[in-house]
Nanobody, 125 residues
Framework: QVQLVESGGGLVQAGGSLTLSCAVS???????????MGWFRQAPGKARELVAV???????NYADSVKGRFAISRDNAKNTVYLQMNSLKPEDTAVYYC????????????????WGQGTQVTVSS
């Protein structure tokens, strides 16, 4: 019932920038609130890892590998989370997944641990 749609992935040269967006929606309902929103990534042959997370109170947490290069933000009015990625490196190549925790939907309850379908980011050297 909760849908997360990512956009903004693509191919970029090393040192370049990309901005990912993830819009959370409920086709037959109204979102009241979302707690943590975050981005994860999974490279071929590797486990999915946390990239960045932002709480409903805008508390931020980043993986050490992206600190100083990536910035996460959210627009609560649009139920959207963003990931600004700068100074991209080939090792940032992965499928990036959006995650939303505790999505409260009017009259429907709370949906936990919601995931998007992923968007490919490829950084060429």
């Amino acid at each position: 019932q909760v849908q997360l749609v990512e956009s903004g992935g693509g191919l970029v040269q090393a040192g370049g920038s990309l901005t990912l967006s993830c819009a959370v929606s409920v086709p037959t309902g109204t979102i009241v609130s979302i707690s943590d929103m975050g981005w994860f990534r999974q490279a071929p042959g590797k486990a999915r890892e946390l990239v960045a997370v932002i709480s409903s109170g805008t508390r931020l947490n980043y993986a050490d590998s992206v600190k100083g290069r990536f910035a996460i933000s959210r627009d609560n009015a649009k139920n959207t989370v963003y990931l600004q990625m700068n100074s991209l490196k080939p090792e940032d190549t992965a499928v990036y997944y959006c995650n939303a925790q505790r999505v409260r939907v009017l009259y429907s309850g709370v949906f936990s641990d919601c995931w998007g379908q992923g968007t490919q980011v490829t950084v060429s050297s």
